[in-house]
């Protein structure tokens, strides 16, 4: 699995490291920016989507395409949020701002594991959960 792991992650971080592209080129092409960025959330956030259908595929090759493209627009997603705050907030609050926000995320990504870690023996999963 090292090698379908290595291209998931590959993927994403070439995606993070180019999400901005996006909304960068719209912006170029005209839409103020306000609509760049959310063009670019609305295509991160579509791409997303299919990753329901990776586990219903029995080719690994394509479940791993699908989930480093999933992954990828994950972190575009991302890299899109992090920026379109420096975009609305004055430049003393931003920081504060993301930083409120990755406090939320952690919280909320704490509760959802132990929330599936009650969940998934009560509906006789036989998950390995660690």
Known sequence: MAVP?????????VRRISGGSISSVLLKNGPSLNRSRK??????ALAVT???LASLTSLLWLGVAVVTIAAGAHQGWSAN????ASDMLPRAA?????????????????????????ILPFTGSNCWCF
């Open 5 to 13: 792991l290595l291209v998931i992650y590959t993927g994403a971080t």
């Open 39 to 44: 063009n670019a959330l609305f295509v991160s």
């Open 50 to 52: 299919p990753v329901v």
């Open 81 to 84: 949020m992090y920026t379109l």
């Open 94 to 118: 931003v920081g504060s701002v993301v930083g409120f926000g990755s406090i939320a995320g952690t919280i909320g990504a704490l509760a959802v594991a132990k929330a599936v870690g009650y």
